[in-house]
């Protein structure tokens, strides 16, 4: 069984996505209390909120999943990161793999972003996004992890204490022969993690060739696919979630999330925008949301938002994203006690106050809303959620989850 440790829930759901698709049994957990039923699974993973956090936690709760699922019968790990290798010079995606790698007496450890199905691509170590180099992107003006350089091997340096090395295309390309050969001298000469070259899956798999059954290999929902591809698939075909009306709560400031609500407020459908002002609180704000929803949603979807373009946002504010946070969180609570069943939260730091929120434990994976954000379903609160990390889903992916809801 595979266990994974993906360090925010949106690119949990990604992976879950990714090893479901694949045809593994996957069970997805937001917290490290694992509930009975993981011994049917192929693969568990566990969703942490820890990429923004400071190191020593990331690194508590991320050795407290691996020892979760390794007593639940995991026999390799993967730690999932983000394909924009959301990061800063302190970590902590460096840290986390290191101390994981220390654990589980792994010397060397295999490293990449590349998800080719989402457009991310790694050659000679920069990180592309749809052909354009990450710093070039708006992950520069990222609220919480600006992204400066797309060198991942020089992004990862500065976070660890061992020698990071670069597994080129061209061994890459001479087939998994050459790259355990080349994983092999790399490890000889001292490298702690080798960030893999990779620009289409073909990549991914002569990677996963190579280094199937290594304890450890860290990435994006790209390369855990590769390995999972590997494995014999029995798992069921994805659930789709009860037609109705869905809600969405939106804290991503990513442009993709931006054309998104765009998109949905051209419709004409109701949308509430959440405005913070210093000293104002969440349970004020929610209260704020909450009344709009009751006044104006009528039996529509309906969006509450606090999102917006980097130049919109106050500077002067750096408390405003844990405010919004929280009150996306609060929000979604009292949707559900409202009775909404469909809810679509956007953005990874949002979803994890999200589920913290509502308390949310295992989930069932269940059919894709976009490439990457499969719906989940929360048994207890009998709850459909989509988690989307900013940058995926079409730009029509709000009107179309919001379905009928939007004309009616
Ligand atoms: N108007 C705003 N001003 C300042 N910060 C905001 C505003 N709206 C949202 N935020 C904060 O910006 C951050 C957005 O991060 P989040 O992870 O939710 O989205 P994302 O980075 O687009 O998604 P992902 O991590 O999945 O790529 C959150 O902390 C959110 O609370
Ligand atoms: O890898 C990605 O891009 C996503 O799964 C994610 O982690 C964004 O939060």
């Known amino acids: 069984m595979i266990g994974v440790i993906a360090d925010d829930v949106t690119g949990a759901t990604d992976v879950a996505a990714a090893l479901s698709r694949a045809g593994l049994r996957t069970l997805l957990s937001l917290t490290t209390e694992l509930e009975p039923g993981e011994a049917e699974a192929d693969a568990i993973v566990i969703g942490l909120k820890t990429r923004s956090i400071p190191v020593a936690d990331a690194v508590a709760q991320s050795l407290a999943a691996l020892a979760a699922l ?9 730690f999932k990161y983000c ?41 000679g170590g920069r ?52 790259v355990r050969d080349a994983v092999a001298a790399a490890e000889a000469s001292g490298v702690a993690q080798l960030v893999a070259d990779a620009s289409e899956d073909d990549d991914l798999d002569v990677i996963a060739e190579a280094i199937d059954g290594a304890p450890l290999v860290a990435g994006s929902a790209g390369l ?18 009860p037609a109705g009306r869905t809600a969405i709560i939106a804290g991503s400031c990513s442009r993709r999330t931006l054309e998104q609500i765009d998109r949905f407020r051209e419709t004409g459908a109701p949308s509430y925008r959440l ?25 529509r979807s309906a969006l509450i ?89 079409e730009p029509e992916l709000f009107v179309d989850v919001a379905g009928a809801g939007v004309a009616s």
């Open 70 to 78: 390794r007593a639940a019968g995991a026999e390799r790990a993967y």
């Open 83 to 123: 394909s924009t290798f959301d990061s800063t010079p302190e970590g902590n995606i460096g840290p986390v793999t290191e101390a994981l790698a220390a654990e589980l007496g792994a010397r060397i450890v295999v490293t990449t972003p590349a998800a080719p199905l989402h457009g991310r691509t790694v050659t």
């Open 127 to 178: 990180l592309f996004v749809g052909g354009v180099p990450l710093d070039e992107t708006h992950m520069r003006e990222h609220p919480v992890t600006p992204m400066r350089d797309s060198s991942v091997p020089r992004l990862l340096a500065p976070q660890v204490a061992g020698e990071v090395g670069l597994l080129p295309l061209d061994v890459v390309r001479a087939g998994a022969m050459a």
């Open 224 to 241: 855990i696919g590769a390995l999972a591809r590997r494995r014999r698939a029995s798992g069921r075909p994805a659930s789709a979630p």
């Open 275 to 299: 405005r913070a002002e210093r000293g104002d609180t969440a349970e004020a704000l929610a209260a704020a949301a909450l009344a709009w929803w009751d006044a104006h949603s009528g039996d």
């Open 305 to 393: 938002y606090s999102s917006s373009p980097a130049a919109e946002r106050d500077a002067e504010f750096p408390e405003a994203g844990e405010l919004y946070e929280r009150t996306a969180g609060l929000v979604a609570d009292g949707l559900a006690e409202r009775g909404v069943q469909r809810i679509l939260v956007a953005g990874g730091e949002t979803s994890g106050e999200v589920v913290r929120a509502l308390g949310m434990g295992t989930a069932v994976v269940g059919e894709e809303a976009a490439l990457g954000a499969p719906w989940i379903h929360d048994p207890h609160r009998d709850l459909h959620l989509v988690l989307k990390s900013g940058n995926f889903g």
